[in-house]
């Protein structure tokens, strides 16, 4: 029952805290053991900073939250009392209410007369444009006893005229709700799905584990820098559509949802359709100018990313403080699961790219930063929403024309391989098709050399040592993978080239053909550990990983049948 001269006391929730308590320990967490990583790359290192900044101060808001024995809100006939307030507003100077209920949380909104806003001593970041003052109250965070919040407010307000002849009730802008179906999103999974399936229907040859091979993912449209700086620029595209296994596709369908829930009722499907594009081909532009040329990369990772970099920004859209720290939440208990796989078991043959991460976060941040210069909050959504489908439409058709260039980067592959001849134990064959094959406008010469002198190699061809040579002089001596020729003609040990390597991509080579040199020299024994070191820490679209697998299926099925 309700009394007036009353007053009501509500705490914080132990256990609805808990939840972004764990997301930004997690996030602190990622952080300390980055400090670890030995020689680690530029993108981590900001990574590591991020972690460490943004989830030791969330982390510590938070677990303040969950220990202060003070009210986090106070109703009482005098007026209202939020816990970073220091002064009690009274009810006359309250100008709106307005209650924000999604599923999963309720948002109580109380407007401040700005007059009276302007005295009241006030943290940094309550201040928004005009001095205006909204309390935003989470009661999502609170313990209520089963009170409602909202309508004691009302009734306080109800008992004080003065208060309610200037009490003027509005909706205002609400998160969207969780009822409202992301069919956007849904349509893009249901995207990525049928094509990994093509992937894996259309390979060019037998598929690693499961998952399409490096030479499939090149040859159906992956993002392979050698061919994006030949002109096949059209890949920047249909990379982002692609996926290394099903893990991968998976994880990216799970957070796209994720996406589509948070963002897609509130800008509508064009423009997340648009903003996903854009920040998809922004991550891997990113990428094209970080990763190493000859490095295959896929995914919709960059896109996913940078929607929710948009959701951020877009965050600060909403008047009300616990609006925002609610959407900035939800955004960020999907992107710091998204680092946890760089802490995974090594055998899944995965590496996050960054650079590509990172790429489609900037872009999504900008361009929500330029669409709020047209997005008043008195509209619903963003305007014009025709160049939103334009870019939606010209992302589609880009996608779909590369079918054509697809199809005859595809007949070629479709060809016998160099590595199908190798992995048979058919090296005179490979060492032609090799040759044949490095002619190619898109495949990495210098590798395709490499195979060429190894399988040679195992063939005792007397032209080894002459055509090491030749292959060498395309190379500067100080560049990789120059040293790894002198493996084979015997200027350099396994040991002495694992020496030379410098960061994890050439150790993984250095440590895959170290292997292979064992395995010419039949030191089998020798061999099969460094096979399985060079699977647990070569990326799975390295061809190494691919030869890892196969040789130590072949060592396998040698050692049955003796």
Not at 35 to 44: I, S
Not at 81 to 94: E, F, G, M, N
């Amino acid at each position: 029952m309700f009394e007036a001269d009353q007053e009501k006391k509500f705490y914080y929730s132990s256990a609805k805290l808990i939840r972004p308590l764990v997301v930004f320990a997690m996030m602190f967490g990622i952080g300390i053991l980055s400090l670890f990583v030995q020689h680690p790359p530029p993108l981590l290192v900001l990574s590591t900073w991020i972690c460490l900044i943004a989830g030791g101060l969330l982390g510590t808001m938070t677990l303040r939250q969950l220990l202060t024995r003070a009210p986090a809100l106070v109703l009482s006939p005098q007026g209202v009392k939020v816990r970073y307030l220091s002064d009690t507003v009274p009810w006359s100077a309250i100008t709106k209410l307005s209650e924000v209920s999604t599923k999963n949380a309720v948002i109580l909104r109380l407007a401040v007369d700005p007059a009276y806003a302007q005295s009241v001593p006030r943290p940094w970041y309550t201040l928004q444009r005009g001095g205006k003052l909204s309390l935003g109250v989470a009661i999502s965070q609170i313990d209520t006893a089963g009170t409602d919040i909202a309508q004691l407010c009302r009734s306080y307000m109800a008992a004080h005229p003065k208060a309610l002849d200037t009490m003027e009730e509005q909706a205002g802008r609400s998160l969207p709700s969780s009822a409202t179906q992301p069919f956007a999103s849904y349509g893009l999974i249901v995207l990525l799905a049928v094509i990994y399936c093509a992937e894996l229907a259309f390979a060019v040859d037998s598929n690693q584990g499961g998952s399409p091979s490096t030479q499939t993912l090149i040859a159906l449209g992956g993002m392979f820098g050698s061919s994006i700086w030949a002109g096949q620029w059209w890949r920047l595209v249909t990379a982002t559509l692609m996926h290394a296994s099903l893990a991968h596709l998976l994880g990216n369908s799970f957070a796209l949802w994720r996406a589509g829930v948070l963002l897609e009722g509130l800008v509508g499907r064009l423009w997340f359709l648009a903003l996903f594009a854009l920040c998809a081909v922004g991550g891997e532009v990113a990428s094209l100018f970080v990763t190493p040329a000859n490095t295959v990369g896929v995914g919709a990772s960059g896109g996913i990313v940078g929607l929710f970099a948009t959701a951020i920004v877009f965050s600060f859209h909403f008047r009300s403080s616990a609006e925002r720290t609610l959407m900035q939440t939800r955004a960020l208990s999907i992107l710091v699961p998204a680092v946890l796989p760089l802490f995974a078991g090594p055998d899944n043959g995965l590496r996050i790219d960054y650079s590509a991460h990172i790429g489609g976060a900037v872009v999504g941040a900008v361009l929500a930063l330029a669409l709020m210069l047209f997005w008043s909050r008195d509209q619903g959504r963003p305007r014009y929403t025709r160049a939103a489908g334009a870019v939606a439409g010209i992302f589609a058709l880009i996608a779909v024309g590369a079918l054509v260039p697809i199809t005859r980067t595809y007949a070629a592959y479709q060809e016998e391989s160099g590595f199908a001849a190798f992995f048979d134990g058919r090296y005179a064959d490979a060492v032609r098709l090799f040759g044949e094959q490095s002619e190619l406008p898109d495949v990495p010469v210098a590798y395709y050399d490499l195979w060429r002198i190894m399988a040679m190699a195992y063939a005792k061809d007397p032209r080894l040592q002459a055509q090491a040579q030749q292959a060498q002089a395309k190379l500067a001596p100080e560049t990789w993978p120059y040293p790894i020729f002198d493996l084979f003609t015997g200027k350099l040990s396994p040991e002495a080239l694992q020496m030379k390597a410098a960061g994890n991509d050439q150790l993984c080579e250095a440590t895959f053909y170290s292997a292979e040199e064992n395995l010419i020299e039949g030191h089998i024994e020798i061999a099969k550990p460094l096979l399985k070191n060079a699977l647990s820490i070569c990326p799975k679209t390295f061809f190494e990983f691919g030869g890892a697998q196969l040789e130590l299926r072949r060592l396998r099925e040698d050692s049955a049948g003796s």
